[in-house]
C-alpha cells in the first residue's frame, strides 16, 4: 500500500517562511506525480491552492509557492500570514489511477 | 460561478446503501471529469474514485471497489455516488469535487462543501 508521507504538524511566526513537504513510499517524488496542494480551515471544505507541482491558482496568494525538493513535494509559505493557519494536505497521483492524499500538516502560526 | 452541492448524505445501518448526489452548475459538467473524496472525522482526506467525462473511464480506490459505484448523468449535471455494504468506517463527510486533467495538469479545482454520512446501528 502506498504512503505519502507529510511532516504532522509545524509552527511558524507571522512573517516568516516554512516549506511542508510531501514524500512517497514509492521514492523519489517527481513531476509524474502531479503533486496537488491543498488548505483546509476548520469547518471548512479544502480548496486547491498549488496543482502539478507549481502551478497556481487565481485565487492562491503570491506567498504561496510549489516546488520539487530532495526527492519530495513541497510547499513554502514566504511570509506568513495569521490567516495561514490551517491543514495543509499533499495529493500524489500513481499513473491517474491511484490517488493518495498525505495524511496533512497542521500548521501554527505563533 | 462553479458551484457543486452535494445531497443524500445521512445516517444508515451498517450494511445498508446510500446514493449521494452532487449537482453542478457554472460550467460546462459535460466537459470535466467527476470526483469524490471523503474524510473521517477529525482525520485526513482520502481519494474514492472519479469519472471521466464521457464515463468511460472510472477508478476506485482499493477501499472502496466492489462496494462504491460512480456514475454520472451529463443531461442532468450531476456526479452520483452509489454506496452498499456500508461500514463503520465510511463514515465520513464526502466531498464532491471537479476533477481538471489535460496535458501535464491534474486538478481538483473546485470542492462541494461536503455531505455527512454516518453508519451505524
Known amino acids: 500500500q502506498t504512503v505519502v508521507t507529510q511532516e504532522p504538524s509545524l509552527t511558524v511566526s507571522p512573517g516568516g517562511t516554512v516549506t511542508l513537504t510531501c514524500a512517497s513510499s514509492?521514492?523519489?517524488?517527481?513531476?509524474?506525480?502531479?503533486p496537488n496542494w491543498f488548505q483546509q480551515k476548520p469547518g471548512q471544505a479544502p480548496r486547491s491552492l498549488i496543482y502539478?507541482?507549481?502551478n497556481k491558482h487565481s485565487w492562491t496568494p503570491a506567498r504561496f509557492s510549489g516546488s520539487l525538493l530532495g526527492g519530495k513535494a513541497a510547499l513554502t509559505l514566504s511570509g506568513v500570514q495569521p490567516e495561514d493557519e490551517a491543514e495543509y494536505y499533499c495529493?500524489?497521483?500513481?499513473?491517474?489511477?491511484?490517488?493518495?492524499f498525505g495524511g496533512g500538516t497542521k500548521l501554527t502560526v505563533l | 460561478q462553479v458551484q457543486l452541492v452535494e445531497s443524500g448524505g445521512g445516517l444508515v445501518k451498517p450494511g445498508g446503501s446510500l446514493r449521494l448526489s452532487c449537482a453542478a452548475s457554472?460550467?460546462?459538467?459535460?466537459?470535466?471529469?467527476m470526483s469524490w473524496i471523503r474524510q473521517a472525522p477529525g482525520k485526513g482526506l482520502e481519494w474514492i474514485s472519479y469519472?471521466?467525462?464521457?464515463?468511460?473511464?472510472?477508478y476506485y480506490a482499493d477501499s472502496v471497489k466492489g462496494r462504491f459505484t460512480i456514475s454520472r448523468d451529463n443531461a442532468r449535471n450531476s456526479v452520483f455516488l452509489q454506496m452498499n455494504s456500508l461500514r463503520a468506517e465510511d463514515t465520513a463527510v464526502y466531498y464532491c469535487?471537479?476533477?481538471?486533467?489535460?496535458?501535464?495538469?491534474?486538478?481538483?479545482?473546485?470542492w462541494g462543501p461536503g455531505s455527512l454520512v454516518t453508519v451505524s446501528s
Open positions: 457554472g460550467f460546462t459538467f459535460s466537459d470535466f471529469y
Open positions: 469535487t471537479r476533477r481538471v486533467l489535460r496535458f501535464l495538469v491534474q486538478d481538483f479545482d473546485y
Open positions: 495529493l500524489l497521483s500513481y499513473s491517474g489511477t491511484q490517488l493518495v
Open positions: 502539478s507541482t507549481n
Open positions: 514509492t521514492g523519489a517524488v517527481t513531476s509524474d506525480y502531479y
Open positions: 469519472i471521466s467525462s464521457t464515463s468511460s473511464i472510472i
